[in-house]
């Protein structure tokens, strides 16, 4: 089955630019996904990636997608507080649409 | 924008006892989810519910753990008999049957086991 891999943490300073990174293991993922969790909250989808691209850009939010080493970033440009929250790479698991989860990307925003 | 809901927000109960989560999808959504949470790792899938039957099931997923969708609305996980193992995050989600088959997620049910 899918495995999927983030570093837990990432800090930055308020006006920065964030890069959340993520490894998967299944090159069959057909999606690819940024979830964001505030605290006590649920997960918010944040976007998505379909695996016949490179890249897609969402106003703040730049995704990347390497097919061949399976590695996905999320980029936050301008981070600003209120981006503090868990970030979750999923990707579904070929035939069933069912999203595997990393741990989970904690960042911590600063002034 | 419509959402899913989740009730109670927070459930305490003794270990051994019932508890019933329940869930109020997205209305013209027709795949339905649970997962779970524990403190600190990661979101682990329970299981999937599609027709009125359940689709697919973790290894999580035992005899003490099921599933119903008793009227149009609700969608409800039922764990018979809590074991302290069973204390983490609850979250029911649900998707439409189309591209890009994104799943939409409630607010999630904090289950305490004492």
């Known amino acids: 089955g899918e495995d999927v891999e983030q570093s837990l943490f990432l800090s930055v300073r308020e006006g920065d630019s964030s890069v959340i990174n993520c490894t998967y293991t299944?090159?069959?993922?057909?999606?690819l996904y940024w979830y964001k969790q505030e605290p006590g909250a649920g997960l918010q989808l944040l976007t998505y990636i379909f695996s016949n691209m490179d890249m897609k850009q969402d106003q703040r939010l730049t995704v990347l997608l390497n097919k061949k080493d399976k590695h996905l970033s999320l980029r936050i440009a301008d981070t600003q507080t209120g981006d503090s929250a868990i970030y979750f790479c999923a990707g579904i698991r070929g035939g069933s649409y069912i999203p595997t989860f990393g741990r989970g990307t904690s960042l911590i925003v600063h002034p | 924008e419509p959402e899913v809901t989740q009730t109670p927000s927070h459930q305490v109960t003794q270990m051994g006892q019932e508890v019933i989560l329940r869930c109020v999808p997205i209305?013209?959504?027709?795949?339905f989810y649970w997962y779970r949470q524990i403190l600190g790792q990661k979101v682990e899938f329970l299981v999937s519910f599609y027709n009125n039957e359940i689709s697919e099931k973790s290894e999580i997923f035992d005899d003490q753990f099921s599933v119903e969708r008793p009227d149009g609305s609700n969608f409800t996980l039922k764990i018979r008999s809590t074991k302290l193992e069973d204390s983490a995050m609850y979250f029911c989600?649900?998707?439409?049957?189309?591209?890009?088959?994104?799943?939409?997620f409630g607010p999630g049910t904090r289950l305490t086991v004492t």
């Open positions: 989600a649900s998707r439409a049957g189309t591209y890009p088959y994104e799943q939409y």
């Open positions: 299944d090159s069959s993922s057909t999606y």
């Open positions: 209305s013209n959504h027709l795949y």
